[in-house]
């Protein structure tokens, strides 16, 4: 069984950087793709970023040039740097973890963009 457990989260001011993080535990962490969702109040939940098992990644068009997905393996951690947060970047953060068919989630961390 995963279990994924994000920290960082907080309030911050519009333009401040926040680092995110998402730990699994597992032995198949190195060998899955990983990615960072994000739900605000009365919206989707929406796709931040994705990091493949090789390192490959993807972001949102909102979130290009400001937020950097990355990992380490030896860890089996997961990050979200985001840097000139916005207002609008306010939401509960997941990450999610997908092994072949199954997709794991971690239970969401808060952040609070202040403007």
């Known amino acids: 069984q995963v279990q994924l457990v994000e920290s960082g989260g907080g309030l911050v001011q519009a333009g401040g950087s926040l680092r995110l993080s998402c730990a699994a535990s597992?032995?198949?962490?190195?060998?899955?793709?990983m990615a960072w969702y994000r739900q605000a109040p009365g919206n989707r939940r929406e796709l931040v970023a994705i990091?493949?098992?090789?390192?490959?990644?993807i972001y949102a068009d909102s979130v290009k040039g400001r937020f950097t997905i990355s990992r380490d393996n030896a860890k089996n951690t997961m990050y979200l740097q985001m840097n000139s947060l916005k207002p609008e970047d306010t939401a509960v953060y997941c990450c999610?973890?997908?092994?072949?068919?199954?997709?794991?989630w971690g239970q969401g961390t808060q952040v609070t963009v202040s403007s």
């Open positions: 990091i493949s098992s090789g390192g490959s990644k």
């Open positions: 597992g032995s198949i962490f190195s060998i899955s793709a």
């Open positions: 999610k973890l997908s092994a072949g068919q199954f997709d794991y």
